[in-house]
């Protein structure tokens, strides 16, 4: 295996996903990720630095191979501006169910390791600068219920799509993967959007 090929990249970030969804971060290491991947410690330092590194690495590729993008398409397509942010929630919470493993390794991660916490941090500056995306249109629209802004409408669909609360609805309290993004997106519905528009 090539060590500078795009091949042994892709092959180290997957044996990295695999080991995220199975074990704590604590235990992930370098020399870990290697033996699964089947190259050298050296191979995977070269190619992401540090193990936080490799997880903000891991967490891009999910999402440039993942199905997010899939996810979202339909609802890009919608005219209605009210119909496109119910949509892309859904989505969100859908793809929620993918990552949450390594969301959760990184939010670990964040408390003990700045550069995981850098990493935690622009991956939720994206968040709310697409959520934000979503809801200016509802808002100009008019189609905001009273008392909602787009910062508030923001910062409560953020807060419903986080990885916490996936963590302790799906995870903890055993509620069923479609539940929980049923309920996410009646919520969105019910305190957003404004029933007389």
Known sequence: ??????NTRDNILAATKSLVETISFADLSLARVAMEAGVTRQTV????????GL????????DETGR????????????????????LTAAAATYNADVAAVSLALREARRSDPAAAAAWDDRMKVRIAGIRSAVMPVAESGALGAG???????????????????????LDRKWSKRRYIAHVVRLVREMLVDKSS
């Open 1 to 6: 295996m090539n060590p500078g090929s795009s």
């Open 45 to 52: 330092y070269l190619h992401f630095g540090s193990r936080s």
């Open 55 to 62: 997880l903000l690495a891991l967490v891009t590729w999910m």
């Open 68 to 87: 997010f993008q899939a996810l979202m398409a339909p609802a890009l397509k919608l005219a209605d501006p009210t119909d496109v942010l119910l949509g």
């Open 148 to 170: 909602w802004t787009v910062n508030l409408a923001t910062d409560m669909i953020f807060a419903l799509l986080s990885p916490t609360l996936y963590e302790d609805l799906v």
